[in-house]
């Protein structure tokens, strides 16, 4: 480094002081701050330094393998990568963990030794150190190793509903500090309950009772490992705002559930509800004898023949092909939607194991049959699989899910992708109907339900409400044997 400096940067063009003298070039603070913290493998060595020096035959190598002093090397530990300041990201990560996670003995909490591993494990140990400063995360773990706060999941809920919190407690199942559970359905709860104790007394009790015995306690039966969706989640929290603007609506009117009748419940409906999401919860008051018997009208079926023809579902699959600007997992899914009518919802929980190669195909299994990919699709997996097998923000993590999310070790998320294809006018529910409605047309239901993962009898409903000639395949097939038996 030189004393001097001149007022235009060698590197990047601007007119500032140019302090620093890097490969015969005056850089700016900005540039060499760049430099160093962007360490790539040396061509000579091939270890993670900072290429800022010439060998003797000119090549752009490290200081060792320049034979010169290293001035970029960590105080502590020597490392060149993931600088900050005088010391390397991973060294300034074992100081924050030391400081946040330990006891007031000085060690580390034996329940947060595997968050502390799991931490360290981090590719880019830098964003770990700004995660730890982030409040209440460097709080609430301080509190947890020194006692104050139990390391429950109570402890976090009590931090709120945010994306933020959401991070933390998620950080926190996938590295084994706490027990894994259905976050979603978790803030589901802190949700409704929160909207719960701001009802008066009379109506917080029976829709406390709705909420726990009729939604939660269906909620609870899924497996662990199929938390509810998004939109599961948003449905119900909105039910319980629809019960409790139904409940106000009563007291308007000076009327109570004991003594509900049919015109008030054909009144309400008539005026509030036309998609009668109020049902579920008049049917249950019903059921519990909270209130007089009457009828609650059944919402009509909302299946209709499909509306777009497969043309149009063929240019948007080019469409998907060709759109560089839209991430390739949206595409992907996009195309997994468009080709085999595959539910958003279920693509984003496909695995890495789900994709097999044999061969020159590229197979993935929706069903119990894998299918084989369409050559572009299959290019475009391969590409995507290429570019995210390095990915992964913590060494240890297993590749898990195809499309990894940005919660720890949580897939990608179906809003985000649905927000992705809606920009090019792909609305899933109404694609995946009118998709499903064109296989059954070539296809034997059962073979539609083998390859897509639906049930035979939704395959044989879009084969019946398309008229589609294979509900008579195996009739077909009889009769096509007995004609080769009566030839031979």
């Known amino acids: 480094m030189s004393p001097g400096w001149k007022r235009k940067c060698d590197s990047c063009g601007r007119d500032v002081k140019a302090r620093y003298e890097i490969l ?18 040396c061509p000579a060595c091939a270890q993670m330094k900072v290429l800022a020096f010439r060998s003797g035959d000119g090549q752009i190598v490290c200081a060792a393998c320049a034979g010169v002093p290293s001035r970029f090397g960590c105080d502590r530990c020597g490392s060149e990568e993931h600088l900050t300041g005088s010391h390397c990201g991973r060294c300034r990560l074992e100081d924050r963990l030391d400081d946040v996670l330990a006891d007031a003995n000085g060690r580390v909490h034996p329940r947060l030794v595997p968050l502390r591993e799991h931490l360290l494990s981090a590719r880019d140990p830098r964003s770990a150190v700004r995660w730890l400063r982030i409040e209440p995360i460097g709080r609430t773990l301080r509190a947890m190793a020194q006692g104050a706060k139990p390391l429950s999941h109570e402890t976090v809920n009590e931090l709120g509903r945010s994306t933020r919190i959401r991070y933390f407690r998620r950080m926190l199942i996938a590295a084994g500090s706490l027990p894994e559970i259905d976050v979603r359905l978790n803030d589901l709860e802190l949700r409704s309950r929160a909207l719960i104790d701001g009802l008066p007394a009379e109506y917080a009790i029976i829709i406390t009772r709705f909420f726990n015995w009729e939604t939660l306690r269906k909620l609870r039966r899924r497996p662990v490992d199929r938390p509810i969706s998004v939109g599961v989640a948003n449905a119900r929290a909105t039910e319980v705002r629809k019960v409790a603007a139904f409940l106000a609506w009563l007291g308007e009117n000076h009327l109570k ?12 409906l008539a005026h509030h509800d036309p998609n009668l999401i109020i049902g579920r919860f008049l049917a249950w008051v019903v059921r519990h004898r909270i209130t007089q018997h009457f ?35 949206s595409r992907i899914i996009g195309l997994f939607l468009l080709v085999f009518a595959q539910p958003i919802r279920d693509s984003v929980r496909l695995r890495r194991d789900d994709v097999q190669f044999t061969g020159e195909n590229v197979k993935v299994q929706f069903g119990s049959t894998p299918v084989v990919l369409p050559p572009p699709i299959a290019e475009l997996l391969v590409r995507y699989l290429d570019d995210t097998c390095d990915r992964p923000p913590y060494a240890g993590s297993p590749p898990g899910w195809l499309f990894e999310g940005v919660m720890p070790q949580q897939h990608l998320s179906d809003a985000s992708v649905r927000f992705n294809l809606a920009k090019h006018g792909l609305h899933a529910r109404e694609i995946k109907h009118a998709r499903l409605d064109h296989l059954v047309q070539v296809l034997p239901a059962s073979i539609v339900a083998d390859i897509t993962g639906f049930t035979v009898n939704t395959a044989m409903r879009h084969s019946a409400n398309t008229r589609a000639d294979w509900g008579i395949y195996s009739e077909l097939r009889t009769r096509e044997c007995k004609e080769l038996d009566l030839g031979e």
């Open 295 to 329: 009828d609650v009208p059944r919402a009509q079926s909302t299946v209709s023949p499909a509306t777009i023809a497969e043309d149009a579902v063929w240019e948007k699959v080019d469409v998907l092909l060709q759109t560089e600007s839209t991430p390739m997992s």
């Open 24 to 41: 015969e070039q005056r850089i700016c603070n900005a540039c060499y701050s760049r430099l160093r913290r962007n360490a790539a493998p």
């Open 257 to 268: 559930l004991p003594t509900l009748n049919q015109v008030a419940v054909d009144r309400y």
